[in-house]
């Protein structure tokens, strides 16, 4: 328990309005990746401001990629310098898999590691993948950080892998463009597909079925890109509209591919009204506005391709099933039990102690909605998707106080007070 606590809300009344939020977390790596990678001057607008991808600009620097406000400046891949000590890649996970991806095809080796939180989270999944493409890879004896890649010439190859993994596939994919010839990457359904958006067009690359990606080797080129808002971020707050009753709140210009809007498609299950309005594209990537407005709610089942589509919003959806009736069921998520914390386990304890239902199960958890939550006090676990899922909890059911409340940071910085600006605007 920590003495660090934050206590948020009630608010009272509906929330209304049309907002913004920070730039998408994992188009946010990519971007300063893909440009990275690329040689010459690319212009990044909107990169997302979380801890996270601060650990990413700052191992790609050390690397020895120029990176000023938005405008990196790289030699290309093939000019990466071996760094002089270990990567700290901080609490991104995405941050350690993908540039292990990327460096498996360089002359050198690195080692990466991370804090207290990345070192305990699963990495020997790396190691097949990319070793089938010629690299060496290794971990900890107990498969977590600290992970050494030792790069070199690689070969093309194909790879199937179990799990709906955008960050094993991206891996395995930055590294076959580093390939002798063409790569196959396959997977279960259900993963973000950013990355095979990103290089499609740029001839890099096409996918063959809905799930098989076909890696043309190849340089990525220098672009300029907009980042679109984070569709996890604008999540917060249009749960928030979803468990208030009078709300109406639009969310303005976030990615809306379809491996991202698992936590609209499960709302609309619930019984809110959910519009989606595609606006425009951004390197492959649909953007538009999102409108939620609260009606009543019933629990649903959330498992199989649903259930990886949502994983990042899964604690939160726990919230706005306990403002629902009846029980929602989630299955198929064994993975969150590998995130920043076992968020299978923090999940159903944040419910519990603000006085709701859950039961924990392997893969997932059951709620049984009451309509509503109580006043309490959240242990985080170090989870910034717990602490925000909390403060959500705490606008209809408050005051929640909540520990470790600025874990939020890793994601998005100015959180509280964009979550209470629905209420003061």
Same mark, same amino acid.
């Given at each position: 328990m !920590?003495n660090?606590t934050? !206590?948020?809300?009630?608010?009272p ?6 907002v ?6 994992s188009?946010?790596h990519?971007?300063l ?11 990044l607008?909107g990169l997302?401001p979380?801890e ?9 620097? @050390?690397?020895g990629?120029?990176i000023t406000?938005d405008?990196v400046?790289s030699? /290309? ?6 760094p002089?000590d270990?990567?700290d ?16 095809g360089?002359?050198?080796?690195? !080692?990466m590691?991370?804090d ?9 999944r ?9 690299a ?7 498969g977590?950080?600290?992970?050494t ?7 093309g190859a194909?790879?199937?892998?179990a799990?709906?993994s955008?960050?094993?596939?991206t ?8 390939g002798d010839?063409p790569?196959?990457?396959d997977?279960a =359904?259900g ?22 990606f $076909?890696v043309? =080797? /190849?340089?990525?080129?220098?672009f ?7 569709p996890?971020s604008?999540a917060?707050l249009?749960?928030a509209a979803?468990?208030?009753? /009078?709300?109406?709140?639009t969310?303005q210009?976030?990615?809306?591919s379809p491996g991202?809007v ?5 709302l609309?299950a619930m ?5 989606r309005?595609?606006t425009g594209d951004?390197?492959g990537? =649909? ?10 709610l019933?629990g649903?089942?959330?498992?199989g391709?649903l259930?990886? @589509?949502a ?6 959806? @726990?919230?706005?099933a306990?403002?629902?009736s009846?029980v929602?069921?989630?299955a198929?998520?064994?993975?969150l039990?590998?995130?920043e ?7 159903v ?5 603000l ?6 199960a392997?893969?997932?958890f059951?709620i049984t909605?009451?309509?509503g939550?109580?006043q309490? $006090?959240?242990e !985080?676990d170090?989870d ?7 403060a959500?909890?705490?606008t209809a ?6 520990g470790?409340?600025?874990? @939020?940071?890793v ?12 209420w003061?605007?």
């Amino acid at each position: 328990m !920590t003495n660090n606590t934050r !206590t948020v809300g009630p608010f009272p009344g509906p929330a209304r309005g049309l907002v913004s939020v920070p730039g998408d977390k994992s188009l946010s790596h990519r971007a300063l990746i893909f440009a990275a990678m690329a040689e010459g001057e690319s212009h990044l607008e909107g990169l997302g401001p979380g801890e996270d991808i601060e650990s990413t600009r700052q191992v790609l620097q @050390a690397l020895g990629v120029d990176i000023t406000n938005d405008v990196v400046s790289s030699p /290309g891949i093939g000019g990466w310098t071996a760094p002089l000590d270990d990567l700290d890649c901080g609490n991104s996970g995405t941050t350690l898999r993908l540039l292990a991806g990327a460096l498996a095809g360089r002359p050198f080796t690195s !080692t990466m590691v991370g804090d207290h939180s990345l070192s305990r989270r699963p990495m020997r999944r790396l190691v097949g993948p990319l070793e089938i493409l010629g690299a060496r890879v290794s971990t900890s004896p107990g498969g977590t950080a600290p992970v050494t890649v030792v790069g070199g010439g690689l070969r093309g190859a194909d790879v199937s892998i179990a799990m709906a993994s955008a960050q094993l596939r991206t891996a395995f994919t930055l590294a076959a463009l580093q390939g002798d010839r063409p790569s196959r990457v396959d997977s279960a =359904p259900g993963f973000r597909d950013h990355t095979e958006r990103f290089l499609g067009p740029l001839g890099l690359g096409e996918m063959e079925t809905a799930t098989r990606f $076909r890696v043309e =080797p /190849g340089a990525i080129p220098p672009f300029r890109y907009h980042v679109p808002g984070d569709p996890s971020s604008a999540a917060f707050l249009l749960a928030a509209a979803a468990i208030t009753p /009078g709300s109406d709140l639009t969310v303005q210009r976030i990615a809306l591919s379809p491996g991202r809007v698992g936590f609209l498609d499960v709302l609309e299950a619930m019984g809110a009204t959910v519009d989606r309005s595609i606006t425009g594209d951004e390197m492959g990537e =649909p953007v538009g506005d999102v409108r939620v407005r609260h009606a009543p709610l019933t629990g649903c089942r959330i498992q199989g391709k649903l259930a990886a @589509a949502a994983l990042d919003e899964l604690p939160l959806l @726990a919230v706005v099933a306990a403002f629902a009736s009846g029980v929602t069921g989630v299955a198929d998520a064994a993975e969150l039990r590998a995130k920043e914390s076992d968020r299978i386990a923090s999940t159903v304890a944040m419910i519990r102690s603000l006085g709701g239902t859950a039961e924990e199960a392997a893969a997932g958890f059951t709620i049984t909605g009451t309509g509503g939550l109580s006043q309490g $006090r959240v242990e !985080t676990d170090h989870d910034h998707r717990i602490a925000m899922s909390a403060a959500v909890a705490a606008t209809a059911a408050g005051p929640v106080e909540i520990g470790d409340p600025d874990v @939020a940071a890793v994601s998005w910085p100015t959180f509280y007070a964009d979550l209470e600006s629905l209420w003061s605007s």
